[in-house]
């Protein structure tokens, strides 16, 4: 139970264009799902707390119009890197947290299996 | 500021050879704290959830325990299986929800 299904796994693309990455949960509803970025041997680090039916909520330092997220139902969350740079380039996981134990906020994160971003 | 802090950063161990991995926290108050594996190119896989110093949570060759400062993972006679980047994340209470993690450690277990 519990499995998040993130897609593509890797992707490469055009400085320029833009890249929509989607995660899904399979077996659970989710009302909020987390987007880490993850670099190479460093810690995941929150992007954006993304809620079903409302806007996004970015940490500080995340620009909102480049990495855009919907949360259009309970099971899909998505991210678009707009006009992606060299720079953008790295590893993305979503994750989500079971609709039916959302009151306990310290029920466990469950995670996609990321997505590989390369801009050349 | 709350802060995670893994050590050590990587971990090299015969198979067999057992050892424990630390994780040091701050945080003005603690919901939960929270270990995960990572393989290579792949997103965390859940292993436990530790709320109170003291309490302690077993699966097959993993435990782990937590004090009011760190917690521990023990690796008790290891496989090459279970070579893998161990995560360690908190929970703040007002973080509504959100995870912060610490950098890893990196277990490799040779025949």
């Known amino acids: 139970g519990a499995v998040v299904s993130q897609h593509p796994s890797r992707v490469i693309c055009k400085s320029g264009t833009s890249v929509k990455i989607e995660c899904r949960s399979l077996?659970?509803?989710?009302?909020?799902m987390f987007w880490y970025r993850q670099f190479p041997k460093q810690s995941l680090m929150l992007m954006a707390t993304?809620?079903?039916?409302?806007?996004?909520?970015?940490e500080q330092g995340v620009e909102k119009d480049k990495f855009l997220i919907n949360h259009a139902s309970l099971t899909l969350s998505t991210l678009t890197v707009t006009s992606a740079h060299p720079e953008d380039s790295s590893f993305y996981i979503c994750?989500?947290?079971?609709?039916?134990?959302?009151?306990?906020?310290?029920?466990?994160?469950?995670f996609g299996n990321g997505t590989r971003l390369t801009v050349t | 500021e709350d802060q995670v802090t893994q050590s050590p950063e990587a971990l090299r161990l015969q198979e067999g050879e057992s050892s424990s991995l630390n994780c040091s926290y701050t945080?003005?108050?603690?919901?939960?704290l929270f270990w995960y594996r990572q393989d290579p190119g792949k997103g965390p896989e859940f292993l436990f959830t530790?709320?109170?110093a003291g309490e302690e949570k077993e699966k097959e060759r993993l435990k782990a325990t937590l004090t009011k400062k760190e917690s521990f993972l023990h690796i008790t006679a290891p496989k090459p299986e279970d070579s893998a980047t161990y995560l360690c994340?908190?929970?703040?209470?007002?973080?509504?929800?959100?995870?912060?993690f610490g950098a890893g450690t990196q277990v490799v277990v040779t025949p």
């Open positions: 994750s989500a947290r079971d609709k039916r134990r959302a009151s306990s906020y310290n029920s466990p994160l469950h």
């Open positions: 077996d659970f509803q989710a009302t909020t």
């Open positions: 993304s809620n079903e039916g409302s806007k996004a909520t970015y």
């Open positions: 945080v003005s108050g603690l919901r939960g």
């Open positions: 530790l709320y109170s």
């Open positions: 994340a908190v929970q703040p209470i007002d973080s509504w929800g959100k995870l912060q």
